[in-house]
């Protein structure tokens, strides 16, 4: 296994326009539309040669939002930020920035789809 073993993410929705302003709004980028067949997707911003892990909204039939148990963790500079722009931006923060020590801080909150979410930061 490579040292980073994550190498894509979906977050599935019901609303995906709804969903593309408050990621748009909450982490201050532009997501774009990827044609797929039978499935709506918009990714994130992505360098195919950098290091982390590329992803996506999806939305496609069968696969409901909400209630599942993968957490995605955004990186940003100073998570307080993104934090500040969830709940202008239709979602809910389940816990505030928080130190994790040494690996720095992170938020949660909760998109307009139901789903779960993290913001890390070093500072």
Known sequence: MQSNPVCWFEIYVQDLGRAKLF???VLGTELT????PEIEMLTFPMDMDGSGAA???VKMDGFPSGGNSTLVYFACEDCATEASRVESAGGKIEKPKFSIGEYGFIALAVDTEGNMFGLHSQK
């Open 23 to 25: 990621y748009e709004t």
């Open 33 to 36: 539309e990827l044609q797929m």
């Open 55 to 57: 992803g996506a909204l």
